[in-house]
């Protein structure tokens, strides 16, 4: 329930708010040096501590910092341990088990969620489906949990690079805006706001050879929207022409000079050797202090004042880069 | 690979055009009397031998048949034949083997594809992943294959219904056409003018209780989107607010008034109890009379006359809402 | 529950006096010819129609036909029909789904079954489980289901063979009798007597590189003894020094000349390039006339007459051989 | 790889001498206080800090510490440190991580494993396999990795106990004697004499219900087998009649009084409601005094002084009853 793969399989564990976070990566081949610095950085992109680079076609500067992103998010270095399956940073071929401890746990902040459901998060089928609950913070349910995928992720992004394969996400529209020269001054006028927005993140998968995917349902588009669906927050995945295509004719389509944008990459769910191109949607997080109501757990409604000001994401879209990176690349080298 | 769910699963076999296509459905219960009149209702419905009712919400009238559907769809009965698992219609709770068998192959039709990649199909991931495929009609990623995740799904259908939960989808937008009342007249035209065109499915699952779905990897709309990727031409996923919402504000989601509309009905993974609603879309085939272009397999480029007049689907869209009502099922049984 | 394997898979369906067993085959590469000769030996091997060869170890003559084994075996000539997957006789690379049809499916001769239990056989268990079965000799409990095994695992043996890998079983004990010589007089007087008895199957795995099978849980030795214990009426599975190495001290094991002997082939849960050796032991079958109770379902025991003379197996240990054979193979080659 | 199960599953992580052993274990229900003491006594037994008790019929003193048991077991305090899934010494229903630190790790011990392979361990296939391993005192080969097992495994019998199912093995056999009251004698002598011995271990299962188990591959025996033949040392798995059975003639095994006995309380893969009876049969450990041939990481072979006096087990089978009883209720409470 809480691993995704099988021949390269991850399984995350961790509440928000307990002691840690971490996950057992299972398939690594021995004899690869892991690149630490990476997973720091990738980790840091997840946290908003740096913001998507230029290069990346992501224009908002480092001002960004301490106006979309939480400031928990800010704080936390997010300390990878290393428990098994590395010796002297080189991989052993055996799991690799890993945690990062939770340093800002400060579980009085939501005594008030033991007797409250939030709107938009998962408060409430937690508690009806488990019949107990980790409140802090979204327990289980919290988007921190995400970090675990990061760092597994981005293990397996190295091993993909071996390969020339390379995962590059960005972000591609702030709400209705889908110019990135604006998405800076956006998004802060929304955090100003004490609001939050959506957003959509695209990503591209170069150098991946032809054959990657299976026919009928393990087709590496059902693969890829199974782990994307999977993250919080995410509304709807689509794949080269998506639903903007619903209204092409077929005499367009496949007469078209620009195929690859049309077809995403992907024939048949197998991957034909051109750039497989998908999106993912993001819903504007829950997590707002205009988000007033909420339910007290007798089914009463209630009103209450919500976060300490600044303490919510204004576009969760802009950390879900990282995360989406991260789970593409668990997939494709989980089908390869 | 060819196998769909642990609990309940699904595995689907055959090519179009070799002896038979058919599945085995592994983890329904003993002592369930099948519905035979039911699987024949979805089989017709996918191979567009019925127009969707107008009850579903879906206008176009029987005219349809023999404007935008194929004539092997309408002349094959897709006759099951029940191998396994079931004594005297009741089913055993050991595997249940079933096969149509293929009445209209005539391969000499397809002879010229030995040597061709049609665009917009799998034909060439196929050759290269496999170094050799059976070229009569697609083959195994032919659309008929959908024919055995039809009576599976339908078996699943019923087994949900005893519980009351109910899966309809219908057709919601034809190209940029919403007005079901114009479907009808808006395909008839596309297949007159031997072109096609795209559609999006929207279904909705009703009596479903809180709590299914598990949090992180096997949230309840990560499954459901891999099992619709999965259907042949399907090139997105989205449910409740979807790509639409990325411009709405948190203020405005959270406060709204028809909150299932946005939330989908699932919270964290799990469904909440509301209806799910989610949303498909489909490409134009790209078996058209307009799609000129192909490939010789030594990659030179060519032009044929691809297929004899009206032998193609101007909108598969209309036939993948029983696919899609399917393949949810089988989704959700497998979840439950 | 009926599928072995993920990357070589095999799913298995049907009754014993249903219409058809078969099963689906997965994971089978592109471009190989299915040599149906060696299918057909192999199903002829499991029916008891040839007797192991002499070249085998195993010295029983043609004679034993039709005193060991019963008529239904001999009579029934177990027709392959290949559904899918197969093209000219050349795999596809897509799932294989093939049938027997049931021929010499008498229910009548087991009307009485529908209100008793035999002892002995899974009869009141299914019946218990799923609060329904198919009695008409044992349905799916049944032997026959053996025979789908076979024919998968002869192709896995095919994949194998070009590898340099050969499996070879052979019966190495009936009953307390230790010399293959003496085995055909031994079982035709078991089978005279009325009576049956139990034997033990020995098989070796040659040509096996160094490093099939997973450390921890998923070790060679465990894949085997899941697949062996499988097998109807095996009680016993052991490799290497086994359960009579009990009584060695480690200064003689490890010291031995004999070491693969001792080890078996395997260290660690990974083959070790030396040929891997199993043993498996199989109870006397149930179905003898000598055992004559049973009860009847309401709890009450009876005697009754149990089957017309000859038809029963009286040492299944000979007809296990071409099993054991055919999941070894299955196992190893989804290992590799 | 590293994980056994699918509904209830557990995840095993850690090198013996590396930072920390440990699992994730999934599919525990919410709301359940954790007897921590149990496991704590559990992995006292596994460690041979305590001797199995005289009510299992296992008669050998508390004498036995120090005398068949390695110090390293006896001075390591195993402390379980608990990372998620787990709030307040309660169950939350998300995946429980756990970890026991290395505390006596002593590299150095280890340094000559660099260049050497020891007999009857799994030092050569894991290098050949890997190409590189953590020559520390076995690695992730080690059987110090149980005790995550039987942490595990522990949780689990307390969620057995709860629906009345008790799991309880015994040594049965050391060497060639059968007497429990010679045992401990017996394993002494051994252990002075500087070398190592086998052991049968029984395992009964009461309490379990009928229909655990499925038919066909899934069999409650067959899952038994793969986890009992992943333990370290084991050589063989047997239920009911066993290999002893192999002399037993059909009419004198169903005409038994003893009927349980000889089913082991499973009839066709599915338990019957009496207790389930299985044995296995561990090897004597290759790491004893007398064992001082190895080899040379380039094939030569060589002498060397193995092991400071009494570091090493006598007979691994006394430890191993504790994980027996983890592993199978693993396995049962996954089935269930």
């Not at 009928?216 to 059902?222: E, M």
Request: net charge neutral.
């Amino acid at each position: 329930m809480n691993t995704l793969g099988e021949k390269f399989s991850f399984t995350s564990f961790g509440e928000s708010h307990g002691k840690a976070i971490g996950g057992v990566l299972d398939g690594v081949p021995a004899g690869v040096r892991i690149d630490m610095d990476r997973i720091r950085e990738a980790l840091d992109k997840r946290a908003g501590r740096v913001a998507p680079s230029l290069e990346d076609g992501c224009a908002y500067s480092l001002e960004l910092k301490g106006k979309g992103i939480s400031p928990r998010a800010l704080r936390e270095g997010d300390e990878v341990e290393w428990l098994s399956g590395v010796m002297d940073g080189v991989t052993l071929g055996t799991p690799i088990a890993f945690i990062i401890r939770n340093k800002d746990a400060r579980p009085e902040d939501y005594e008030w969620l033991k007797y409250s459901y939030r709107i938009g998060h998962a408060d409430r089928t937690y508690q009806e489906k488990y019949g107990i609950r980790d409140h802090r913070g979204g327990g289980r349910a919290s988007a921190r949990e995400t970090a675990s995928r990061v760092v597994a992720g981005t293990v397996a992004q190295q091993l993909l690079a071996e390969k020339g394969i390379e995962i590059r996400a960005k972000l591609m529209q702030v709400g209705e805006e889908k110019n990135p020269e604006r998405f800076d001054e956006y998004i802060a006028a929304i955090q100003r706001d004490g609001d939050s927005i959506g957003g959509i993140v695209e990503c591209v998968i170069t150098g991946l050879p032809v054959g990657v995917g299976e026919p009928i349902f393990d087709k590496l588009q059902s693969h890829l929207a199974f782990a994307m669906m999977s993250i919080n927050g995410c509304k709807g995945f689509e794949y080269g022409s998506g639903f903007e295509g619903v209204g092409l004719k077929g005499s367009e389509m496949y007469l078209s000079e620009n195929h690859t944008l049309i077809s995403g990459g992907i024939a048949g769910g197998i991957s034909d050797g051109t750039p497989v191109v998908f999106r993912c949607v993001f819903k504007p997080t829950a997590s707002n202090r205009k988000t007033l109501e909420t339910m007290f757990q007798g089914s009463k409604v209630s009103e209450f004042q919500s976060f300490k000001a600044g303490r919510h994401d204004a576009c969760i879209a802009v950390r879900a880069v990282a995360v989406v990176e991260a789970m593409a690349a668990l997939v494709v080298r989980n089908l390869m």
